[in-house]
């Protein structure tokens, strides 16, 4: 049994409103020193056996079928612990 | 300059339906061997200075602020890279 | 065929931070006479038939196992159109 | 005061994978007669004054600079009630 992790972000080129409105919103709530916040998604996978290089594969495509939009996001994969 | 990562999950105990929905389709499209999927939101924070303790404290500020619903949610911080 | 849509909000005791956030920042863009933003999920059903009265009862069902989590959020299911 | 809604969807060319895994899993939990799902967001957005023609004008503006991203996404606003 293994974890993992698959995060999942906007391309650097598409806009996130909302996170800008998150960067905007911190001087009035009296935080200093951020120049910009992003948000995006985490996905945790259980596997029912280790995180091998063939099981970190299928987690790979699931990723590019399920998880992320690639047009629009990109994702990275890693075994946590 | 540094960028700090904050991760928010559902709190293990509250249900995550979507997720849910994530792993029920995986055997439809093929994958095996995954047990469970939660998804939670990934924020990735751009500090003008350097991720010392006293601007780490501030984000572990931002992030029951702002960025989680502590109720609900936890939350983690670290640097990255 | 028929559209069914699915409002999911959370709970109004149940804070919204990143709504909040959103709030928060519109005056320093220059927008005023907004006391509050709440951010939920919108979700569009696609029929194959009719959106009758057992269809409905159907999309609820759906509601509430894959697409509310009730302990946090409320839902109202309505047709389109 | 007056609450007004905005929806934004994933503009119809851009996928959605995590709608079509809810929809996936659909029959797996005994639905049927789902031929696709789409999710989006949906804002609640609260005036301190009427939904007259300017207040609204000023929502549509919001939802352009900070809750929809018109990349790839369309919103629609709407009085409630």
Do not use: H
């Amino acid at each position: 049994m293994a974890r993992v992790i698959v995060d999942v972000m906007l391309k650097p080129e598409i806009l996130d409103p909302q996170g800008q409105a998150i960067a905007r919103a911190l001087p009035r709530l009296g935080f200093s020193g951020v120049s910009a916040v992003r948000q995006g998604k985490r996905f945790e996978v259980e596997l029912d056996g280790p995180a091998d290089e063939a099981a970190l594969e299928e987690v790979r495509k699931m990723a590019e079928t399920l998880l992320a939009n690639t047009v629009i996001e990109d994702f990275s994969v890693r075994v946590e612990g």
